[in-house]
């Protein structure tokens, strides 16, 4: 079973600054690495899957990359909109996810 | 429009059993798998289960493996969670999403919270 592991458990920045999430897997994976995006209260949302494309409704500045184990979720410019928890996925498996906070 | 139904609030005992259901609209929903997936309070994301399209098969997290089952009936366009046995730690939110390809999950039913209490 393969792990995914998010780095960091937190991260505090201000809007407008720029936000690097990174999923590490436990082996390479040759595709399907997705990026959800989670509020309090309410539910999952798909935001990047197949590590790069994004999907309907994302805007430009949300943007993913990697391949085999490393992957990274950008966000160019916080918007208030965007602090919340983002985990990634891969199949069966999840990260335990990233909180982006208000600094 | 695409969305996901699902079953209300659930409150049981340890070693009772909970059926969640969750009813499709706005797609084909026999061309798509159905994954379910459960977050226990303030906890992440845990991949419960999946049933395939076409074939309608199950694959099961290792986790859960024997004590939940995820069928689904075609005819009401509806999937359904099963889980067995139940213990406290099974207080979560349990989802339902559409998989639209290689469990990329697109669309999500509103969650049902399922209580475990004595």
């Known amino acids: 079973e393969i792990v995914l592991t998010q780095s960091p458990a937190t991260l505090s920045l201000s809007p407008g600054e720029r936000a690097t999430l990174s999923c590490r897997a436990s082996?390479?994976?040759?595709?399907?690495l997705n990026w959800y995006q989670q509020k309090p209260g309410q539910i999952p949302r798909l935001l990047i899957y197949?590590?790069?494309k994004r999907a309907t409704g994302i805007p430009g500045r949300v943007s993913g990359s990697g391949s085999g184990t490393d992957f990274t979720l950008t966000i160019s410019e916080l918007e208030p909109e965007d602090f919340a928890i983002y985990f990634c996925q891969h199949r069966g498996s999840f990260g335990q996810g990233t909180k982006v906070e208000i600094k | 429009q695409i969305q996901l139904v699902q079953s209300a609030t659930e409150v049981k005992r340890p070693g009772a059993s909970v059926k969640v259901s969750c009813k499709a609209s706005g797609y084909d929903f026999a061309n798509y798998a159905i994954a379910w997936v459960r977050q226990a309070p303030g906890q992440g994301l845990e991949w419960m289960g999946w049933?395939?399209?076409?074939?309608?098969?199950?694959t099961y997290g290792q986790k859960f493996q024997g004590r939940v089952t995820v069928t689904r009936d075609t005819s009401t366009d509806t999937a359904y969670m099963e889980l067995r046995r139940l213990t406290f730690d099974d207080t979560a939110v349990y989802f339902c999403?559409?998989?639209?390809?290689?469990?990329?999950?697109?669309?999500w039913g509103q969650g049902t919270l399922v209580a475990v209490s004595s």
């Open positions: 082996q390479s994976l040759t595709s399907y």
């Open positions: 197949d590590a790069s």
């Open positions: 049933i395939g399209a076409y074939t309608g098969n199950p």
């Open positions: 999403a559409r998989d639209r390809i290689a469990m990329t999950l697109d669309y």
